[in-house]
């Protein structure tokens, strides 16, 4: 049983480890080894807790709780490109959704995204796009199960001079 709540100042250092963790399971063989053993919690934390005192209106982050109250999962939602301008639909974007590597599977994915999902259409938003690596399959299956469809546009990041490309999704509210 997982509820889900606005992320505090208080789970800056849960959702730091959640992150980091995360990346290190879910990118493991994709982005370089490198890259990801240079990640620290501590690290992580500064860059959140300097994000989160500086985030500009419109950024709603949002943690999974477990019954004991411990931060399980992340996700942060914002605006998207306006691509929708003129069109009356206005578009979000999910930033990250990140879950503790053991507690993928169990459903907290799935209630973060129903979160997110219901505050976007809170928002007044019509569309979600979100970005993940090209091989990530695992992600890539969870948001097709959650409706969202790639749309063909494509981007790459650099990882340790590694050009990786990521897919993008979207999801009509």
Avoid: K
Wanted: proline share 3%.
């Amino acid at each position: 049983m997982v509820t889900v709540r606005a992320m505090t100042g208080a789970d800056i250092e849960a959702v730091s480890a959640i992150r980091v963790t995360g990346w290190r399971t879910a990118y493991a063989g994709i982005v370089p080894r490198t890259w990801l053993e240079r990640m620290t919690v501590e690290e992580d934390a500064r860059e959140r807790r300097r994000r989160f005192a500086s985030t500009p209106g419109g950024v709603y982050d949002l943690v999974a709780v477990d019954a004991r109250g411990a931060v399980v999962g992340w996700a942060c939602l914002g605006p998207g490109p306006d691509e929708g301008a003129g069109t009356g639909t206005r578009t979000g974007e999910l930033y990250a959704l990140y879950v503790l590597p053991a507690l993928v599977g169990s459903g907290v994915g799935r209630a973060l995204i129903e979160a997110v999902h219901a505050r976007a259409r809170e928002l007044g938003l019509g569309r979600l796009l979100l970005w993940v690596l090209e091989d990530n399959a695992r992600a890539r299956r969870f948001y097709e199960r959650a409706g969202y469809a790639a749309d063909g546009a494509v981007q790459a990041d650099e990882y340790d001079g590694v050009s990786l490309p990521e897919v993008r999704y979207h999801l009509a509210l």
